[in-house]
């Protein structure tokens, strides 16, 4: 089993900066990949950023490429994503999430992950 807990969370202004964090514990080893996703109330829980446990290789979905940065320090078992200039359609529950599916080292597919944190919410105003 894999504990996962998200941190960072807050109401910012457009055009600002946060960074989000995702604690681990528990039998990280078993997981491939890592990502963030988010979801507003009302619509489905959509991928924002991809991170392979290896070699760090990253994924990130359209809306937000350039903007945020997924990273991860493995020896404190914690992941990162760096959103800056923020705007207000990024304002979502944001998740951590971990899985191993064969083939896969990197997704923005929520089937792909088998371990989720509690969420951190993200409120972007203008």
């Known amino acids: 089993q894999v504990q996962l807990g998200e941190s960072g969370g807050d109401s910012v202004q457009a055009g600002e900066s946060l960074r989000l964090s995702c604690a681990s514990s528990?039998?990280?080893?078993?997981?491939?990949?890592m990502g963030w996703f988010r979801q507003v109330p009302g619509k489905g829980r959509e991928g924002v950023a991809s991170i392979y446990r290896g070699d760090g290789n990253t994924l990130y979905a359209g809306p937000v490429e350039g903007r945020f940065t997924i990273s991860q320090d493995n020896a404190k078992k914690t992941l990162f994503v760096q959103m800056h200039n923020l705007k207000p359609e990024d304002t979502a529950m944001y998740y951590c999430?971990?899985?191993?599916?064969?083939?896969?080292?990197?997704?923005?597919?929520?089937?792909?992950?088998?371990?989720w944190g509690q969420g951190t919410q993200v409120t972007v105003s203008t």
């Open positions: 999430a971990a899985g191993k599916v064969s083939g896969v080292i990197n997704s923005l597919d929520l089937t792909d992950y088998k371990y």
């Open positions: 528990g039998d990280t080893y078993s997981t491939v990949y």
